[in-house]
């Protein structure tokens, strides 16, 4: 099912024509029509308030839309340690996080000896990852060339909308360097022939204000992400990174599995609330 077969059904399951949805998110009923017709796609911003008024969430929406698409991640660092821990989790795991939400589970990291070593012993096929160290081919790939750490509201919705389009995008929050990029498959061939003039032809998708992002490159960068974390999990009372987190609420792990990473993770106490959350929701 594609985003426009969803598009039609939710709608029709709410009670509105194309001319009525279209006048409630300001647009005309053209943009309604090619948007289930699969001639176009929802800008991002719309998504919010189309979600709301067809009565669903943003990522039921998308996921219903990318059934079908391939899509893979792909990790080009070797210029930092990946095991390094930033205040309760590897530094692996701020990157990991984002392709997980997104719903990309096989990631191919092209990083050093070292790296691989460590990666192969996290054991990370338990948290519902197919990791590979080879290229990709001939399928649609979000790339990460950098350690950042990136955080904000809406991230998720943002990686889907790119995901969406089909197109070559660099995401870039504000004022800042791109983070991800998103290659369609046909494309991977420039990417990996010449980089230098592929990264020229990119469209930029601007995130907008009130997002995080943060180099942890180098340890005193580090700690700056480390200091942001530690304030926000202790504050707020949420996890930033957990993959254990992630995969418990994908289904990918069970109670008592998740009971063990309670027991062997520094964010123990913290999981456990996720278990309970769950229980009472």
Same mark, same amino acid.
């Given at each position: +099912?594609?985003?426009?077969?969803?598009?039609?059904e &939710?709608r029709?399951?709410?009670?509105?024509?194309q !001319?009525t949805?279209? !006048?409630a #998110?300001?647009?005309?009923?053209?943009a309604?029509?090619?948007?289930?017709r699969?001639?176009?796609?929802?800008?991002v911003a719309? #998504?919010?308030?189309?979600?709301?008024l067809?009565?669903?969430d943003?990522?039921?929406? #998308?996921?219903?839309? /990318? *059934?079908? *698409?391939?899509w893979?991640?792909?990790?080009?660092?070797?210029n930092?340690?990946?095991?390094?821990?930033?205040?309760? =989790?590897?530094?692996?795991?701020?990157? #990991? +996080?984002?392709?997980?939400?997104?719903?990309?589970?096989?990631?191919?990291?092209?990083?050093?000896?070292q790296?691989?070593?460590?990666? =192969?012993?996290?054991?990370?096929?338990?948290?519902?990852?197919?990791?590979?160290?080879?290229?990709?081919?001939?399928k649609?790939v979000m790339?990460?060339?950098?350690?950042?750490?990136?955080?904000g509201?809406d991230?998720?919705?943002?990686?889907?909308?790119? /995901?969406?389009? =089909?197109?070559?995008?660099?995401?870039?929050?504000?004022?800042?360097e791109p983070?991800?990029?998103?290659?369609p498959?046909? +494309?991977?061939?420039?990417?990996?022939s010449?980089?230098?003039?592929?990264f020229?032809?990119?469209n930029?998708?601007?995130l907008?204000?009130?997002?995080?992002c943060l180099?942890?490159s180098?340890? %005193?960068?580090?700690?700056?992400?480390a /200091?942001?974390?530690r304030?926000?999990?202790n504050?707020v009372?949420?996890?930033?990174?957990?993959?254990? *987190?992630?995969? &418990?609420?994908?289904?990918?792990?069970?109670? =008592?599995?998740? %009971?063990? &990473?309670c027991?062997?993770?520094?964010?123990g106490?913290?999981?456990?609330r996720?278990k309970g959350?769950?229980?009472?929701?």
């Amino acid at each position: +099912m594609h985003t426009g077969d969803a598009i039609r059904e &939710y709608r029709e399951r709410a009670g509105f024509s194309q !001319k009525t949805l279209a !006048k409630a #998110l300001h647009i005309t009923d053209k943009a309604v029509s090619k948007w289930e017709r699969g001639l176009s796609l929802p800008d991002v911003a719309l #998504l919010p308030k189309l979600a709301l008024l067809l009565d669903t969430d943003i990522e039921q929406l #998308l996921s219903r839309s /990318m *059934e079908e *698409e391939t899509w893979a991640g792909l990790i080009e660092i070797d210029n930092c340690d990946l095991s390094q821990i930033v205040y309760d =989790k590897p530094l692996v795991y701020y990157l #990991l +996080m984002h392709y997980s939400l997104a719903g990309i589970n096989t990631i191919h990291f092209q990083t050093s000896e070292q790296n691989e070593d460590y990666l =192969k012993s996290l054991q990370l096929t338990a948290l519902g990852f197919d990791v590979r160290f080879d290229r990709p081919e001939e399928k649609n790939v979000m790339l990460l060339t950098h350690p950042w750490f990136l955080f904000g509201s809406d991230l998720t919705e943002q990686f889907r909308g790119a /995901m969406l389009t =089909k197109r070559m995008l660099k995401v870039v929050p504000a004022n800042q360097e791109p983070v991800f990029f998103f290659i369609p498959g046909d +494309m991977l061939a420039m990417y990996y022939s010449d980089k230098k003039r592929f990264f020229k032809r990119l469209n930029k998708r601007d995130l907008g204000r009130g997002m995080i992002c943060l180099d942890m490159s180098d340890h %005193d960068r580090i700690l700056d992400v480390a /200091m942001f974390v530690r304030t926000y999990q202790n504050n707020v009372g949420l996890l930033i990174g957990s993959l254990e *987190e992630i995969a &418990y609420k994908k289904g990918l792990i069970n109670d =008592k599995q998740l %009971d063990g &990473y309670c027991e062997k993770t520094a964010y123990g106490e913290l999981l456990r609330r996720i278990k309970g959350e769950l229980t009472v929701g």
